[in-house]
Structure formats: C-alpha cells, structure tokens
C-alpha cells in the first residue's frame, strides 16, 4: 500500500466508525474520485486534511455519504430488463398463490420497488385477486435521505423517463412533480440495511439487485452474493441487471434464467 492508498484507508476506516459505512469495501477508484469532489468544494488537498474537516465540521459527514452512495435511478429503468421481470418472473412467482416477498436491494429513492409494485398490482388486478394478496415487496438502502425520498414518492419528470406512457397516466399524479399513487405506495415498505452489514430479517422470493454490486469490490461481492444465497428461497428469482455479474462461487446455487439480463432462479 503506498502512502496515498494508507491515507485513504485511514480516512474511509475513520467513516466507518463514525458512521457505519464502509468505504474499504467499495472499488476503490470510484470512490477516491467521489471524496475528491468533497475535498475540492471544501479546499482542502489531503485525506489527512479532509478526515481533520470531518472532526470540525460533523455535518460535512451527510454531505460525503450523499456522494459516496451513487443514487441514481429511474422507474422501470433498462425496460429489456423489466420486461423479462413482468413476462416470465412475476407470473411464474404470482401463480403460486403463496406469501411472497420481493425484495429490491439499494433501492435509492424507491424506483425500482414501486415499479415492481406497479406489475405486480397490475398482474394480481388482471387476474381477479384483490388487494396485494398476500406479496410483501421491501426496499432497502443503506442512505436515509433516499429512504426519505422513498417514502414521500413524488419524482421529477426524468425519473419517469423509462415509464410506458399507460403507467405513467395510470400510476402517477402530474403536478410540478409526479406523485405516485396511494394504491402502490402502500404496496412497498422500506427499511435501512446495509447490505454488507446484518442480514435482512426475511427470506426473499425475488430479489432485484442492480446497479449496485458494481461499486463493491470482489470479496465485498462475493459476501453480497452469499447472503442473497441464503435469503432467497428456493424456486426464488434473482434479477441482476445488464451490469452485475454474478460470482462463480454461487454459480452452481442457481439456474440461469436469460443470460442477457442477468435473471437466475434459485435451485
Ligand atoms: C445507483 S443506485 C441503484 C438504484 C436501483 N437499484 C437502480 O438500479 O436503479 C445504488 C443504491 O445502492 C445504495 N447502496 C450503496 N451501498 C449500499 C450498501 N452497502 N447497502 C445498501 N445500499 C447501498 C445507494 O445508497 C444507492 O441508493
């Protein structure tokens, strides 16, 4: 490790301790070049000086963590993906009329959970079963502000640039904003996890876990891996998305669904 890679470690061991997130897991290029934005709108030139910051300035704490978790997303974002989710996962999912759970992993500011929301209400009310019928769908993410965003459910114009116009008509009250209606909104639920921290206190039936696996570093992965490994039940889907790529270690765990977008079924 060279004094510049101490330095770093150092500063992303004193974040974790203060606040939990742990900055040594994540690849670290990416995350270096985020502090580095933080470091320059504060003027300071090193980690060193930057970790002193912190000490003096708490607040500047929420401001890095905004940058260090990457936020970005939309409703029904990469729709190839969404359509392999709507044509072969959920009604496979959906005819067992069992309880199900449905778990969006990093869920940012809600998207993903409310657009599986969204298929699912639509399948259940094409099918003639009422209400959620027994399907519990969670999101989770490890930054507060987001769930706090989640929660509200009111999104710019761009959040719903990948939404089917119908869906957008139908789901979505157009104001300055768009509010995404009560019927869906109650249908997900959100809590903080750190998904390298303890696991969730359910077992899944599907897990969507995209754009984010990619920011970790391999053993960070392969840990992620283990734990969707175990929370997912048998006959579970795991969505993975064009970008993640899914550890050999639990290859052999699953069936592999569509290829392209990452889908795998839980033996
Ligand atoms: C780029 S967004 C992806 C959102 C959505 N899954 C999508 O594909 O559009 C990544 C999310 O992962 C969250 N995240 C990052 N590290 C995390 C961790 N250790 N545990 C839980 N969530 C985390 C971030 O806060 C962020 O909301």
Redesign the pocket.
């Known amino acids: 490790m060279n004094s510049d890679e101490a330095a770093y470690a150092a500063l992303f061991a004193k974040i974790e301790r203060e606040r939990g997130f742990q900055g040594n897991l994540y690849r670290q290029k990416c995350l270096r070049r985020r502090v580095a934005v933080r470091m320059r709108a504060r003027g300071v030139a090193t980690p060193a000086a930057y970790a002193a910051l912190l000490d003096a300035d708490p607040a500047e704490y929420d401001r890095l963590l905004r940058v260090l978790?990457?936020?970005?997303?939309?409703f029904f974002?990469n729709p190839e993906t969404w359509a392999v989710i709507k044509e072969q996962v959920l009604p496979d999912l959906l005819r067992r009329q069992e309880p199900l759970v449905m778990w969006?992993a990093?869920?940012?500011a809600g998207?993903?959970a409310y657009s599986l929301a969204i298929l699912v209400w639509e399948w259940l009310s094409a099918h003639g079963r009422d209400g959620w019928d027994g399907v519990r769908i969670v999101g989770?993410?490890?930054?507060d502000p987001?769930l706090e965003a989640a929660r509200a459910a009111t999104y710019s114009e761009l959040a719903l640039s990948e939404t089917p116009p119908a869906l957008r008509r139908r789901w979505f009250t157009a104001g300055d904003q768009f509010r995404l209606k009560e019927t869906i909104r109650r249908g997900v639920e959100f809590q903080q996890?750190?998904?390298?921290g303890t696991r969730p206190g359910f077992h899944a039936d599907l897990i969507l876990c995209?754009?984010?696996l990619i920011?970790l570093d391999r053993a960070a992965q392969r840990r992620v891996f283990g734990t969707f490994a175990d929370v997912l039940r048998s006959g579970g889907y795991l969505v993975l998305g064009r970008v993640e790529t899914l550890a050999a270690e639990v290859r052999p765990v699953f069936h592999v669904v569509d290829a392209r977008e990452r889908v795998y079924r839980k033996r």
């Open positions: 978790t990457i936020n970005v997303s939309k974002r969006s990093g869920s940012a998207e993903e989770t993410d490890i930054d987001s996890l750190d998904i390298l995209r754009n984010l920011y």
